[in-house]
Protein backbone atom coordinates (compact mmCIF):
# COMPACT_ATOMS: atom_id res chain seq x y z
CA UNK A 1 0.00 0.00 0.00
CA UNK A 2 1.33 3.23 -1.03
CA UNK A 3 1.99 6.31 1.67
CA UNK A 4 -0.16 8.15 -0.01
CA UNK A 5 -3.12 6.27 0.83
CA UNK A 6 -1.74 6.20 4.58
CA UNK A 7 -1.03 10.08 4.82
CA UNK A 8 -4.77 10.45 3.15
CA UNK A 9 -6.07 8.27 6.10
CA UNK A 10 -3.78 10.26 8.28
CA UNK A 11 -5.80 13.57 7.35
CA UNK A 12 -9.28 11.75 7.49
CA UNK A 13 -9.60 13.37 4.05
CA UNK A 14 -10.00 12.34 -0.05
CA UNK A 15 -10.76 8.64 0.94
CA UNK A 16 -14.23 7.01 0.07
CA UNK A 17 -15.64 5.29 3.26
CA UNK A 18 -14.71 1.84 1.50
CA UNK A 19 -11.17 3.02 1.09
CA UNK A 20 -10.90 3.35 4.86
CA UNK A 21 -11.82 0.56 5.73
CA UNK A 22 -9.74 -0.94 3.49
CA UNK A 23 -6.60 0.37 5.14
CA UNK A 24 -8.16 -0.44 8.40
CA UNK A 25 -8.36 -3.94 7.60
CA UNK A 26 -4.98 -3.90 5.71
CA UNK A 27 -3.37 -2.30 8.97
CA UNK A 28 -4.67 -5.32 11.27
CA UNK A 29 -2.91 -8.01 9.37
CA UNK A 30 0.30 -6.09 8.74
CA UNK A 31 2.07 -5.36 11.49
CA UNK A 32 4.66 -3.95 8.87
CA UNK A 33 2.24 -1.29 7.29
CA UNK A 34 1.01 -0.34 11.10
CA UNK A 35 4.35 0.20 11.82
CA UNK A 36 4.53 2.23 8.87
CA UNK A 37 1.67 4.28 9.68
CA UNK A 38 2.78 4.96 12.60
CA UNK A 39 5.83 6.04 11.74
CA UNK A 40 4.18 8.80 9.91
CA UNK A 41 2.25 10.01 12.18
CA UNK A 42 5.20 10.60 14.96
CA UNK A 43 6.35 12.80 12.17
CA UNK A 44 3.32 14.67 11.35
CA UNK A 45 1.96 14.90 14.78
CA UNK A 46 5.46 16.47 15.82
CA UNK A 47 5.08 19.26 13.98
CA UNK A 48 1.98 19.96 15.63
CA UNK A 49 3.96 20.69 19.15
CA UNK A 50 5.93 23.58 17.38
CA UNK A 51 5.01 26.97 19.19
CA UNK A 52 3.30 29.29 17.95
CA UNK A 53 5.28 32.17 16.70
CA UNK A 54 4.33 35.17 18.60
CA UNK A 55 3.38 38.46 16.97
CA UNK A 56 6.17 41.06 17.68
CA UNK A 57 4.63 43.41 20.27
CA UNK A 58 4.81 46.50 17.92
CA UNK A 59 2.74 44.55 15.64
CA UNK A 60 0.01 43.59 17.94
CA UNK A 61 -0.17 47.52 19.19
CA UNK A 62 -0.46 48.40 15.36
CA UNK A 63 -3.37 46.05 15.09
CA UNK A 64 -5.31 47.31 18.51
CA UNK A 65 -4.65 50.75 16.64
CA UNK A 66 -6.23 49.73 13.23
CA UNK A 67 -9.46 48.69 14.82
CA UNK A 68 -9.77 51.89 16.78
CA UNK A 69 -8.80 54.37 13.75
CA UNK A 70 -11.40 52.32 11.42
CA UNK A 71 -13.78 52.65 14.61
CA UNK A 72 -13.23 56.53 14.84
CA UNK A 73 -13.11 57.20 10.74
CA UNK A 74 -16.83 55.20 10.62
CA UNK A 75 -18.25 56.71 13.28
CA UNK A 76 -16.86 60.37 11.59
CA UNK A 77 -18.70 58.78 8.73
CA UNK A 78 -22.13 58.18 10.28
CA UNK A 79 -21.94 61.59 12.38
CA UNK A 80 -21.15 63.53 9.05
CA UNK A 81 -18.53 66.55 8.27
CA UNK A 82 -18.56 68.69 10.80
CA UNK A 83 -19.74 71.58 8.76
CA UNK A 84 -21.31 70.87 5.03
CA UNK A 85 -20.36 72.80 1.90
CA UNK A 86 -23.74 74.56 0.65
CA UNK A 87 -23.90 74.59 -2.80
CA UNK A 88 -26.32 76.93 -3.07
CA UNK A 89 -25.08 79.10 -0.02
CA UNK A 90 -21.85 79.13 -2.60
CA UNK A 91 -24.09 80.32 -5.73
CA UNK A 92 -26.13 82.75 -4.19
CA UNK A 93 -23.29 84.34 -1.89
CA UNK A 94 -20.86 84.54 -4.47
CA UNK A 95 -23.05 85.81 -6.88
CA UNK A 96 -24.03 88.76 -4.77
CA UNK A 97 -20.50 89.38 -3.99
CA UNK A 98 -19.42 89.43 -7.67
CA UNK A 99 -22.37 91.21 -9.10
CA UNK A 100 -21.93 94.48 -6.26
CA UNK A 101 -17.97 93.62 -7.47
CA UNK A 102 -18.57 93.89 -11.21
CA UNK A 103 -21.62 96.16 -10.71
CA UNK A 104 -19.02 98.64 -8.78
CA UNK A 105 -16.52 98.76 -11.31
CA UNK A 106 -19.12 98.96 -14.47
CA UNK A 107 -20.77 102.06 -12.58
CA UNK A 108 -16.99 103.34 -12.53
CA UNK A 109 -16.11 103.15 -16.02
CA UNK A 110 -19.56 104.43 -17.21
CA UNK A 111 -19.20 107.55 -15.21
CA UNK A 112 -15.77 107.64 -15.71
CA UNK A 113 -15.23 108.28 -12.35
CA UNK A 114 -11.92 106.96 -10.46
CA UNK A 115 -12.03 104.66 -7.40
CA UNK A 116 -8.74 105.38 -5.35
CA UNK A 117 -7.02 102.09 -5.68
CA UNK A 118 -5.20 100.33 -1.81
CA UNK A 119 -1.88 102.40 -1.01
CA UNK A 120 1.23 100.63 -2.66
CA UNK A 121 2.51 102.14 0.75
CA UNK A 122 0.63 99.49 2.52
CA UNK A 123 2.01 96.98 0.33
CA UNK A 124 -0.86 96.41 -2.03
CA UNK A 125 1.00 94.92 -5.29
CA UNK A 126 -1.27 96.09 -8.58
CA UNK A 127 -1.49 92.87 -10.37
CA UNK A 128 -2.01 94.25 -13.55
CA UNK A 129 1.39 95.32 -13.64
CA UNK A 130 2.63 93.46 -15.94
CA UNK A 131 6.27 93.60 -17.63
CA UNK A 132 4.32 93.10 -20.75
CA UNK A 133 3.60 90.37 -22.58
CA UNK A 134 2.15 89.77 -26.48
CA UNK A 135 -1.29 87.95 -26.78
CA UNK A 136 -3.14 87.36 -30.55
CA UNK A 137 -5.76 90.49 -30.89
CA UNK A 138 -8.54 88.03 -31.41
CA UNK A 139 -7.55 86.98 -27.39
CA UNK A 140 -7.83 90.34 -26.70
CA UNK A 141 -11.24 90.99 -28.51
CA UNK A 142 -12.55 87.84 -26.89
CA UNK A 143 -11.51 88.71 -23.52
CA UNK A 144 -13.10 92.18 -23.96
CA UNK A 145 -16.10 91.04 -25.32
CA UNK A 146 -16.79 88.36 -22.47
CA UNK A 147 -16.18 91.75 -20.13
CA UNK A 148 -18.47 93.49 -21.84
CA UNK A 149 -20.98 91.12 -22.06
CA UNK A 150 -20.88 90.24 -18.67
CA UNK A 151 -21.47 93.86 -17.80
CA UNK A 152 -24.22 94.34 -20.14
CA UNK A 153 -25.72 90.95 -18.94
CA UNK A 154 -25.69 92.28 -15.04
CA UNK A 155 -27.37 95.58 -15.91
CA UNK A 156 -29.77 93.60 -17.31
CA UNK A 157 -30.60 91.69 -14.84
CA UNK A 158 -33.77 92.28 -12.53
CA UNK A 159 -32.70 92.59 -8.83
CA UNK A 160 -34.90 89.51 -8.27
CA UNK A 161 -33.51 87.10 -10.63
CA UNK A 162 -31.50 85.38 -8.36
CA UNK A 163 -30.90 82.01 -9.65
CA UNK A 164 -30.24 83.75 -13.47
CA UNK A 165 -27.44 85.84 -11.34
CA UNK A 166 -26.20 83.21 -9.98
CA UNK A 167 -25.56 81.53 -13.31
CA UNK A 168 -24.16 84.49 -14.94
CA UNK A 169 -21.65 84.59 -11.99
CA UNK A 170 -20.66 81.46 -11.77
CA UNK A 171 -20.50 81.56 -16.01
CA UNK A 172 -18.46 84.60 -15.66
CA UNK A 173 -15.94 82.79 -13.11
CA UNK A 174 -15.59 79.38 -15.60
CA UNK A 175 -14.96 81.74 -18.60
CA UNK A 176 -12.32 83.80 -16.62
CA UNK A 177 -10.87 80.36 -15.59
CA UNK A 178 -10.95 79.93 -19.45
CA UNK A 179 -9.39 82.67 -20.63
CA UNK A 180 -6.58 82.29 -17.63
CA UNK A 181 -5.60 78.67 -19.43
CA UNK A 182 -5.90 80.56 -22.72
CA UNK A 183 -3.92 83.43 -21.18
CA UNK A 184 -1.17 80.46 -20.35
CA UNK A 185 -1.27 79.09 -23.35
CA UNK A 186 -0.04 82.24 -25.15
CA UNK A 187 2.43 82.69 -22.59
CA UNK A 188 0.53 85.51 -21.28
CA UNK A 189 1.48 85.28 -17.68
CA UNK A 190 1.01 88.48 -16.43
CA UNK A 191 -2.52 88.61 -18.08
CA UNK A 192 -3.26 85.32 -16.24
CA UNK A 193 -2.22 86.04 -13.11
CA UNK A 194 -5.12 88.91 -13.26
CA UNK A 195 -7.41 86.88 -14.06
CA UNK A 196 -6.61 84.50 -11.67
CA UNK A 197 -6.77 87.63 -9.06
CA UNK A 198 -10.16 88.11 -9.31
CA UNK A 199 -11.43 84.48 -8.41
CA UNK A 200 -9.86 84.36 -4.95
CA UNK A 201 -11.11 87.92 -4.32
CA UNK A 202 -14.79 86.80 -5.31
CA UNK A 203 -14.21 83.86 -2.93
CA UNK A 204 -13.52 85.60 -0.48
CA UNK A 205 -16.03 88.21 -0.72
CA UNK A 206 -19.09 85.03 -0.70
CA UNK A 207 -17.72 83.64 2.76
CA UNK A 208 -20.30 84.09 5.59
CA UNK A 209 -18.03 85.15 7.81
CA UNK A 210 -16.60 88.34 6.50
CA UNK A 211 -16.78 91.86 8.14
CA UNK A 212 -18.18 94.98 6.44
CA UNK A 213 -15.02 96.71 6.51
CA UNK A 214 -12.87 93.93 4.86
CA UNK A 215 -15.81 93.49 2.17
CA UNK A 216 -15.87 97.42 1.12
CA UNK A 217 -12.04 96.97 0.94
CA UNK A 218 -12.48 93.54 -0.94
CA UNK A 219 -14.59 95.16 -3.69
CA UNK A 220 -12.65 98.25 -3.74
CA UNK A 221 -9.96 96.31 -4.35
CA UNK A 222 -11.94 94.13 -7.30
CA UNK A 223 -13.31 97.09 -8.55
CA UNK A 224 -9.87 98.89 -9.11
CA UNK A 225 -8.97 95.96 -10.96
CA UNK A 226 -11.95 95.68 -12.82
CA UNK A 227 -11.50 99.19 -13.61
CA UNK A 228 -7.74 98.80 -14.88
CA UNK A 229 -8.07 95.53 -16.89
CA UNK A 230 -11.30 96.89 -18.87
CA UNK A 231 -9.85 99.86 -19.69
CA UNK A 232 -6.49 98.80 -21.35
CA UNK A 233 -8.47 96.40 -22.45
CA UNK A 234 -10.71 98.84 -24.48
CA UNK A 235 -8.34 101.20 -25.07
CA UNK A 236 -6.00 98.42 -27.04
CA UNK A 237 -8.80 97.11 -28.70
CA UNK A 238 -9.75 100.32 -30.41
CA UNK A 239 -6.11 100.92 -31.32
CA UNK A 240 -6.51 97.84 -33.63
CA UNK A 241 -3.25 96.67 -32.49
CA UNK A 242 -1.98 92.59 -32.21
CA UNK A 243 -0.86 92.92 -28.70
CA UNK A 244 -2.24 94.00 -25.42
CA UNK A 245 0.50 95.26 -22.81
CA UNK A 246 -1.55 95.18 -19.46
CA UNK B 1 -16.44 35.91 26.13
CA UNK B 2 -17.54 33.53 23.43
CA UNK B 3 -21.15 33.45 25.03
CA UNK B 4 -21.28 37.48 24.68
CA UNK B 5 -19.47 37.32 21.31
CA UNK B 6 -22.76 34.63 19.86
CA UNK B 7 -25.15 36.22 21.47
CA UNK B 8 -24.40 39.87 18.75
CA UNK B 9 -24.91 39.83 15.40
CA UNK B 10 -22.75 42.37 15.58
CA UNK B 11 -19.29 42.10 16.74
CA UNK B 12 -18.12 45.54 19.31
CA UNK B 13 -14.94 47.17 18.93
CA UNK B 14 -13.83 45.67 22.31
CA UNK B 15 -14.41 42.13 20.93
CA UNK B 16 -12.15 43.05 17.83
CA UNK B 17 -9.91 44.17 20.70
CA UNK B 18 -10.11 40.86 22.98
CA UNK B 19 -9.82 38.68 19.81
CA UNK B 20 -6.84 40.61 18.85
CA UNK B 21 -5.40 40.14 22.89
CA UNK B 22 -6.18 36.56 22.37
CA UNK B 23 -5.30 34.99 18.85
CA UNK B 24 -3.01 37.56 17.63
CA UNK B 25 0.05 35.49 17.58
CA UNK B 26 -2.41 32.13 16.04
CA UNK B 27 -3.20 34.72 13.00
CA UNK B 28 0.25 35.47 12.32
CA UNK B 29 1.52 32.42 12.76
CA UNK B 30 -0.54 30.80 10.59
CA UNK B 31 0.37 34.20 8.00
CA UNK B 32 3.88 32.84 8.56
CA UNK B 33 3.77 29.80 7.74
CA UNK B 34 2.22 30.26 4.52
CA UNK B 35 4.05 33.68 3.00
CA UNK B 36 7.40 32.49 5.23
CA UNK B 37 7.79 36.39 5.59
CA UNK B 38 7.27 38.67 8.57
CA UNK B 39 6.11 41.55 6.16
CA UNK B 40 3.65 40.32 4.39
CA UNK B 41 2.41 37.99 7.35
CA UNK B 42 1.78 40.99 8.62
CA UNK B 43 -0.43 42.56 6.28
CA UNK B 44 -2.04 39.92 6.17
CA UNK B 45 -2.91 40.20 9.37
CA UNK B 46 -3.94 44.44 9.19
CA UNK B 47 -5.81 43.66 6.26
CA UNK B 48 -8.14 40.42 8.00
CA UNK B 49 -8.54 43.00 10.77
CA UNK B 50 -9.61 46.12 8.75
CA UNK B 51 -11.75 43.70 5.98
CA UNK B 52 -13.34 41.99 9.60
CA UNK B 53 -14.15 45.21 10.90
CA UNK B 54 -15.80 46.68 7.50
CA UNK B 55 -17.90 43.36 6.88
CA UNK B 56 -18.89 42.81 10.47
CA UNK B 57 -22.41 42.82 9.77
CA UNK B 58 -22.09 40.01 7.89
CA UNK B 59 -20.27 37.82 10.82
CA UNK B 60 -22.45 34.94 11.98
CA UNK B 61 -23.31 34.49 15.49
CA UNK B 62 -22.48 31.18 15.21
CA UNK B 63 -19.09 31.19 14.54
CA UNK B 64 -16.61 32.63 17.09
CA UNK B 65 -15.50 35.69 15.94
CA UNK B 66 -11.08 34.74 16.34
CA UNK B 67 -12.36 31.82 13.79
CA UNK B 68 -13.63 34.18 11.57
CA UNK B 69 -10.92 36.42 11.67
CA UNK B 70 -8.68 33.86 11.07
CA UNK B 71 -9.97 32.37 8.05
CA UNK B 72 -10.30 36.08 6.81
CA UNK B 73 -6.54 36.32 7.35
CA UNK B 74 -5.19 33.34 5.79
CA UNK B 75 -7.40 34.43 2.65
CA UNK B 76 -5.25 37.42 2.90
CA UNK B 77 -2.19 35.66 3.22
CA UNK B 78 -3.22 33.81 -0.20
CA UNK B 79 -3.64 36.72 -1.83
CA UNK B 80 -0.65 38.49 -0.97
CA UNK B 81 1.33 35.20 -1.99
CA UNK B 82 -0.28 35.05 -5.07
CA UNK B 83 0.16 38.81 -5.48
CA UNK B 84 3.97 38.58 -4.91
CA UNK B 85 4.80 34.86 -6.74
CA UNK B 86 1.69 35.07 -9.37
CA UNK B 87 4.19 32.97 -11.71
CA UNK B 88 5.71 30.55 -8.74
CA UNK B 89 2.33 30.34 -7.24
CA UNK B 90 0.11 29.23 -10.47
CA UNK B 91 3.32 26.37 -11.41
CA UNK B 92 1.04 24.10 -9.38
CA UNK B 93 1.96 20.53 -10.90
CA UNK B 94 6.10 21.46 -11.04
CA UNK B 95 8.34 21.03 -8.23
CA UNK B 96 10.34 24.41 -8.59
CA UNK B 97 12.56 24.56 -5.40
CA UNK B 98 12.37 27.74 -3.50
CA UNK B 99 16.25 28.00 -3.59
CA UNK B 100 16.07 31.78 -2.97
CA UNK B 101 17.17 33.10 0.33
CA UNK B 102 15.69 36.77 1.29
CA UNK B 103 16.33 38.49 4.93
CA UNK B 104 13.16 38.33 5.17
CA UNK B 105 13.21 34.29 5.13
CA UNK B 106 15.84 34.27 7.09
CA UNK B 107 13.89 36.31 9.76
CA UNK B 108 10.94 33.91 9.36
CA UNK B 109 13.03 30.95 10.33
CA UNK B 110 13.86 32.57 13.49
CA UNK B 111 10.45 33.71 13.66
CA UNK B 112 8.87 30.13 13.32
CA UNK B 113 10.03 27.49 15.15
CA UNK B 114 13.50 26.62 14.06
CA UNK B 115 12.77 22.32 12.90
CA UNK B 116 9.55 23.67 11.24
CA UNK B 117 11.38 26.39 9.57
CA UNK B 118 13.87 24.05 8.00
CA UNK B 119 11.31 21.56 6.89
CA UNK B 120 9.10 24.32 5.34
CA UNK B 121 12.19 25.57 3.70
CA UNK B 122 12.70 22.92 1.14
CA UNK B 123 9.05 23.02 -0.14
CA UNK B 124 7.71 24.80 -2.83
CA UNK B 125 5.19 27.56 -2.42
CA UNK B 126 2.53 25.22 -3.73
CA UNK B 127 3.75 22.44 -1.15
CA UNK B 128 3.54 24.60 1.65
CA UNK B 129 0.57 26.22 1.14
CA UNK B 130 -1.12 23.06 0.43
CA UNK B 131 0.25 21.61 3.51
CA UNK B 132 -0.18 24.41 6.15
CA UNK B 133 -4.00 24.42 4.93
CA UNK B 134 -4.16 20.63 5.34
CA UNK B 135 -2.15 20.17 8.31
CA UNK B 136 -2.30 23.16 10.58
CA UNK B 137 -5.74 24.59 9.36
CA UNK B 138 -7.31 21.35 8.26
CA UNK B 139 -8.91 22.79 5.90
CA UNK B 140 -10.57 20.06 3.58
CA UNK B 141 -9.13 19.18 0.08
CA UNK B 142 -11.62 20.34 -2.18
CA UNK B 143 -11.39 23.75 0.22
CA UNK B 144 -7.66 24.44 -1.05
CA UNK B 145 -8.23 23.42 -4.48
CA UNK B 146 -11.30 26.04 -4.43
CA UNK B 147 -9.45 28.63 -2.86
CA UNK B 148 -6.19 27.46 -5.40
CA UNK B 149 -8.07 27.60 -8.54
CA UNK B 150 -7.10 23.93 -9.61
CA UNK B 151 -8.22 20.34 -8.85
CA UNK B 152 -8.32 18.10 -5.69
CA UNK B 153 -6.39 15.91 -7.93
CA UNK B 154 -3.43 18.61 -7.93
CA UNK B 155 -3.72 19.46 -4.55
CA UNK B 156 -3.33 16.15 -3.55
CA UNK B 157 -0.17 15.51 -5.48
CA UNK B 158 1.09 18.78 -4.06
CA UNK B 159 0.28 17.07 -0.27
CA UNK B 160 1.78 14.01 -0.97
CA UNK B 161 5.24 15.90 -2.05
CA UNK B 162 5.27 18.06 0.91
CA UNK B 163 4.78 15.32 2.96
CA UNK B 164 7.54 13.20 1.64
CA UNK B 165 9.85 15.54 1.57
CA UNK B 166 8.98 16.46 5.42
CA UNK B 167 9.59 13.26 6.46
CA UNK B 168 13.00 13.16 4.85
CA UNK B 169 13.91 16.46 5.94
CA UNK B 170 12.87 15.34 9.31
CA UNK B 171 14.92 12.04 10.03
CA UNK B 172 17.95 13.96 8.49
CA UNK B 173 17.51 16.73 11.46
CA UNK B 174 17.30 13.51 13.66
CA UNK B 175 19.75 11.79 12.47
Not at chain 1, 153 to 178: E, K
Not at chain 2, 53 to 60: I, T
Not at chain 2, 61 to 73: D, Y
Request: net charge negative; hydrophobic share 45%.
Amino acid sequence: MKDELLTLYYYDDGLTLDERGEIERAMKSDAELRERYDTLCRVLDGLNKTDTAPAPTHLVAQWHDTIDRAAEHEAAAASGPPRLFHLGSFFWGTAVAASLAVAVAIGVLLSGEQIEGPDPDDGYVDVTNGTGREEPAAFSRGLLVHFQQSRDQLIDLSPDSNGARADLIMTIIQQNRLFERMAKQNDARDLARVLRAFEPILLRLSSEDISAEDAAALQAQLAFELNIVLTKLARRASDDTQSIDI
Amino acid sequence: MEAAIQQHAVPTKAEFHMAIARRADRWYSACLKITRSPDLAADAVQDALLSAWSKRSQFGSSARLETWIHRIAINSALQLLRKCKPDRFAALETEIPDESISPHDSLADTQLESRLAVALKELTDIERVCFVLKHFEQWRLKEIADELGTNVGVIKQALFRAVRKLRVNMADMRS
